[in-house]
């Protein structure tokens, strides 16, 4: 059974920074690319940003581009998702995914039927 295990959520106060991580203890994660997601209460499950096999290509979304940064650290297994300046919109649900295909194309990392392998999410909650 392949396991992605995401880590690192909690409270912060508006303006602060978090990162959460997704790990994976059964598989190389260097075989995937990464996408990772959020839910709020209420809302759909929408993609935050997406990282390449070789984090050579990265992608946000518009409402956390030039806050959040992806990277990856194959060495560890570990995908991690740095998150500044944060704002209580973004209080969710996150999780990571993991997508075998060697490509995308557009806006096809927002789609939740590209990737394989889901972890069970971490909270992360924005206030004061």
């Known amino acids: 059974q392949l396991q992605l295990v995401e880590s690192g959520g909690g409270l912060v106060q508006p303006g602060g920074s978090l990162r959460i991580s997704c790990s994976a203890s059964?598989?190389?994660?260097?075989?995937?690319?990464i996408g990772w997601f959020r839910q709020a209460p209420g809302k759909e499950r929408e993609g935050v940003s997406f990282?390449?096999?070789?984090?050579?290509?990265?992608i946000y979304a518009d409402s956390v581009k030039g806050r959040f940064a992806i990277s990856r650290d194959n060495a560890k297994n570990t995908v991690y998702l740095q998150m500044n300046s944060l704002k209580p919109e973004d209080t969710a649900i996150y999780y990571c995914?993991?997508?075998?295909?060697?490509?995308?194309?557009?806006?096809?990392?927002?789609?939740?039927?590209?990737?394989?392998?889901w972890g069970q999410g971490t909270q992360v909650t924005v206030s004061s």
């Open positions: 995914a993991a997508s075998g295909l060697r490509e995308m194309y557009g806006s096809d990392w927002r789609r939740r039927e590209m990737y394989d392998y």
């Open positions: 990282i390449s096999r070789s984090g050579g290509r990265t």
């Open positions: 059964t598989f190389t994660l260097d075989l995937y690319a």
